[in-house]
C-alpha cells in the first residue's frame, strides 16, 4: 500500500531539483506568472540586504530606470570604491540593510513625513558620533552631532 502525500499530485514546476537545478537558464520557465511588467522606464526602487544590492545593480545594468534617491557627491562619483565606502548607490536610499517589513515601512512613514524620524545621534568612546539608524553611511563617524544631524 503506497501512502499519498500533498506532493504527489503537484506539477514538476513545483519542486526545485526538476524545475530549476537540472536545467539550462534559458529552459526555466512556468515558476510563475507576472501581474504586471516591469518596463525599462519604470521607476524601480530597491531595499533590503545584499539580494537587494544585486537586483539594483543588475537593473541598473540591463538600463531600468533604477532610483538612487541619495546619489554620491559629483566629485566622488568617479570613485566607485569611496562611493561604496558611504554606502552610495547600493540602495536607492542609504540606509543600509533592512531586514524586515516592518523596518521598511518605518523608514517609509519617515521619508512620507506621515511620522518623525527620531534625532538620535549616538557618541562613541573616541568622542566620535553616529546616526543610530544609518550606522555604516561615515565609516570614520561624524566629528560632531550637529554634522551628523545634517546627514539625515
Given at each position: ?15 526545485w531539483?526538476k ?5 539550462r ?17 519604470h521607476?524601480?526602487a530597491t ?11 543588475a537593473l ?14 559629483l566629485?566622488?562619483?568617479?570613485k ?34 506621515k ?11 573616541n ?14 563617524e ?11
Open positions: 500500500m503506497t501512502l499519498a502525500n500533498p506532493y504527489t499530485s503537484l506539477p514538476d514546476h513545483a519542486f531539483k524545475a530549476v537545478a537540472n536545467r537558464p534559458r529552459e526555466i520557465n512556468g515558476l510563475w506568472t507576472p501581474q504586471f511588467e516591469i518596463k525599462k522606464d521607476l524601480i531595499a533590503g540586504s545584499c539580494f537587494a544590492q544585486h537586483i539594483g545593480r541598473k545594468a540591463c538600463g531600468y530606470n533604477w532610483h538612487d534617491s541619495e546619489p554620491a557627491p566629485l566622488m562619483r568617479a566607485k570604491e569611496k562611493c561604496a565606502l558611504f554606502n552610495y548607490g547600493i540602495f536607492t536610499f542609504r540606509t543600509g540593510n533592512i531586514y524586515t517589513v516592518a523596518l521598511l515601512k518605518q523608514w517609509l512613514d519617515w521619508s512620507l513625513e511620522t518623525e524620524s527620531p534625532e538620535e545621534i549616538w557618541k562613541n568612546p568622542q566620535r558620533y553616529y546616526d543610530l539608524f544609518r550606522p555604516n553611511i561615515e565609516p570614520d561624524f566629528k560632531s552631532m550637529n554634522e551628523a544631524l545634517k546627514s539625515h
